[in-house]
């Protein structure tokens, strides 16, 4: 996919009809077919009123051009920007033309890609514009906009730092083996891995709450029917959406419902209630609770107070999935149950109790609302500092057992190598055109 050499070209802005529709082009021919377009080359980045023909010299619109010569321009390349009128037709007669004139279409992400390549982003920022636009909340906007300047990056590129010196310190011990160095005698070595290992620890968490505002938190609604499952559903969302009756068995779909939190995005799930002896219709509502499940952040298991089961819930909850225990009906209650960690006592009928539980939910997304403190982050960016951290700690262990150095040295080194795909210091061409395959075309 990765081919600089071609002129590209695409409509910035989304199909459809609007007051004004833009076309992006960029690359080596941008100058050539900014002459042909428009009769001559406009003034650099300085809105310019022209017709806009085709090779044949028809004119097929008018309106405003920008020229951005190479490399200051968003790809790095030389940009040209065709503001014409909004219209799927219109737009695509100005493509056809850049088209004739020796651009091809760009593919999703190119031009995103390119500005990355030509080092004008690193993938962080590259993924950052992508996240800005889709973003659901303010507070996601927001964070996104701080990805894109760079907060995220430059947390990654600090702490690849600190690995670095640590790798130099401990390589240069290595190479004098003659002196008998024991590293765990070595105070400024002992407090620089003290020092990472904290930076990891807060970098992960700050990057869990990234993913959180990115893609949002989903929370499944599991419990016993008649529960009040719905009916929290209802109170939690502000809306009538599920319906709630007196009879067990009543959801039998799976229902979502989006939330906002102080700034989190919430998908609520609610589930056909869990029971033995189910109809088949019930039967196959509980088989797609249990699936709901497996992609919960959290789940609300919500009990009758005033029949609480004893015992554990026998539900296949995966491991490390937080788990809050919701009881409700407290109006019905004449004396409060016994309350707990990880217990949220409400009532979905008067509303009692809602302000702890949306604090509780809150909580177990390890979300704080940081406010300009947030950057976003990704899975694939979890991931890679999951696998740094984890190459860390081996050779911290490495290091305590063999009291030698070239274990601890060869982690580290593989743990900056994690960090480094991060912001793309370190890339595959593979994994490049996962990232960019991933935006739409003209971004
Ligand atoms: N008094 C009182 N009644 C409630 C409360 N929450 C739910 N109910 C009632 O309990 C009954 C069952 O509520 P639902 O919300 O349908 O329960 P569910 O867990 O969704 O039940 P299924 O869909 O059948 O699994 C309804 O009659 C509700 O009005 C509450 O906090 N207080
Ligand atoms: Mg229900």
Redesign the pocket.
């Known amino acids: 996919m990765i081919n600089l050499a071609d002129t590209i070209v695409a409509a910035a802005t989304p199909p459809g009809v609007g007051g004004v529709g833009v076309v992006r082009v960029s690359g080596a021919r941008t100058e050539a077919i900014a002459r042909a377009m428009l009769g001559s080359l406009p003034e650099p980045r300085t809105a310019t009123y022209r017709s806009f023909r085709n090779k044949a010299g028809q004119k097929i619109d008018a309106g405003l051009a920008l020229y951005f010569p190479a490399p200051a321009s968003f790809t790095g390349e030389a940009v040209l920007e065709i503001h014409g009128h909004g219209g799927p037709l219109v737009q695509s007669l100005v493509v056809d033309a850049a088209l004739e004139m020796g651009a091809r279409r760009a593919a999703p992400g190119e031009f995103s890609q390119r500005a990355f390549l030509n080092d004008k982003l690193d993938l962080v920022q590259a993924e950052a514009i992508a996240d800005l636009i889709n973003a659901g909340t303010t507070q996601a906007a927001r964070a996104a906009l701080r990805s894109l300047s760079g907060a995220f990056s430059k947390a990654v590129d600090a702490l690849a730092d600190q690995l670095t010196r640590l790798r130099m310190h401990v390589e240069a011990a290595i190479d004098f083996p003659e002196e008998e160095i024991d590293f765990l005698s070595d105070e400024l070595l002992l407090r620089r891995l003290t020092e990472c290992d904290e930076a990891f620890t807060l970098l992960q968490e700050q990057a869990q709450q990234g993913r959180v505002l990115r893609d949002g938190f989903q929370v499944v609604i599991i419990?016993?029917?008649?529960?009040?499952?719905?009916?929290?559903l209802?109170r939690l969302s502000g809306q009538d959406s599920?319906?709630?009756?007196?009879?067990?068995?009543?959801?039998r779909d799976i229902l979502r419902e989006q939330i906002d939190i102080d700034g989190l995005a919430v998908e609520l799930v609610?589930t056909?209630?869990l029971r033995e002896n189910p109809d088949r219709v019930e039967a196959e509502g509980i088989r797609r609770a249990r699936q709901a499940l497996q992609s919960a952040d959290a789940v609300l298991w919500?009990q009758d107070a005033t029949d609480l089961e004893p015992g554990p819930i026998g539900e296949a909850i995966p491991d490390g999935v937080p788990i809050t225990q919701v009881q409700?009906?407290?109006?019905?209650c004449e004396t409060r149950p016994e309350a707990g960690q990880n217990i949220v006592q409400?009532?979905?009928?008067?509303g009692e109790g809602m302000a702890e539980l949306r604090q509780h939910i809150r909580k177990s997304a390890g979300y704080e609302n940081q406010g300009e403190g947030a950057f976003t982050a990704r899975k694939r960016h979890l991931h890679a500092l999951e696998l740094a951290a984890m190459h860390f700690s081996t050779g911290i262990t490495a290091l305590d057992e063999t009291h030698a150095g070239e274990l601890l040295a060869e982690e580290l080194r593989l743990s900056q190598r994690a960090l480094g795909e991060i912001t793309g210091a370190v890339s595959s061409d593979d994994l490049l055109g996962r990232i960019f395959s991933e935006f739409c075309i003209g971004k």
């Open positions: 419990g016993k029917p008649n529960a009040g499952k719905s009916s929290l209802n599920a319906i709630v009756t007196e009879v067990a068995g009543t959801t609610d056909a209630g919500i409700n009906k407290l109006d019905l409400i009532s979905a009928t008067t």
